[in-house]
């Protein structure tokens, strides 16, 4: 059974930087094609960033430039460092995978596996 956990959420002033983990148990995250989503109170949960099972990454225009996604093979672990970071990317942020054909862009539902989420919070 394919699990994620998430870590690495907190509270940050704005300008600065934090690193979200998303340990995978059950499957080696290479091959999977991994996403982080992130819902912040009263929105949908949105796309984030996303790392194919070749390593190609994908972010959405709200955090290119600021976030890198990346893989360790030896800890079979994803993270997300966040680098400048902003009043409105306060959110829960989510990790999922799949073992399924990539699509562009990335949809939940094609996603089987997620984590519970940890909160990011940026303060002005």
């Known amino acids: 059974q394919v699990q994620l956990v998430e870590s690495g959420g907190g509270l940050v002033q704005a300008g600065g930087s934090l690193r979200l983990s998303c340990a995978v148990s059950g499957a080696i995250f290479s091959s999977l094609n991994m996403v982080w989503f992130r819902q912040a109170p009263g929105k949908e949960r949105e796309f984030v960033s996303a790392?194919?099972?070749?390593?190609?990454?994908h972010y959405a225009d709200s955090v290119k430039g600021r976030f890198t996604m990346s893989g360790d093979n030896a800890e079979n672990t994803v993270y997300l460092q966040m680098n400048s970071l902003k009043p409105e990317d306060t959110a829960v942020y989510y990790c999922?995978?799949?073992?399924?054909?990539?699509?562009?862009?990335?949809?939940?539902?094609?996603?089987?596996?997620w984590g519970q989420g940890t909160q990011v919070t940026v303060s002005s």
């Open positions: 999922g995978g799949d073992p399924g054909h990539w699509h562009w862009p990335p949809r939940q539902n094609e996603y089987n596996y």
């Open positions: 790392i194919q099972w070749n390593g190609i990454t």
